[in-house]
């Protein structure tokens, strides 16, 4: 019943920066708790960042300090500004959605995209 589009992923140096874009569609955008994960080739998928229906935003360590998660509630948008990217970002970057939870849980979330790849040269 939710789709997510991502969108914004590319080539990057080390040190730039990407905003990375979700589109939401399907459901109410209020009602969901929007992550962003990432799994690079070998490694299991791992949690970014997300954004709470009421505005709570958290971080993993490793993207903490140098990542903004946001949301537009009007445009259904869940947005992740990266900066001082790292070679160890390189990964596909996945949009998903917790229906009426908050979770750093892979599993508990219900909807997901398609992914965006992002690689950061060296």
């Known amino acids: 019943q939710v789709q997510l589009v991502e969108s914004g992923g590319g080539l990057v140096q080390a040190g730039g920066s990407l905003r990375l874009s979700c589109a939401a569609s399907g459901r109410t955008f209020s009602d969901y708790t929007m992550g962003w994960f990432r799994q690079a080739p070998g490694k299991e998928r791992e949690f970014v960042a997300y954004?709470?229906?009421?505005?709570?935003?958290f971080y993993a360590d490793s993207v903490k300090g140098r990542s903004t998660i946001s949301g537009d509630n009007a445009k259904n948008t869940v947005y992740l500004q990266m900066n001082s990217l790292k070679p160890e970002d390189t990964a596909v970057y996945y949009c998903?959605?917790?229906?009426?939870?908050?979770?750093?849980?892979?599993?508990?979330?219900?909807?997901w995209g398609q992914g965006t790849q992002v690689t950061v040269s060296s």
């Open positions: 954004i709470s229906r009421d505005g709570l935003a």
């Open positions: 998903a959605a917790a229906l009426l939870k908050i979770t750093t849980i892979t599993s508990q979330y219900d909807y």
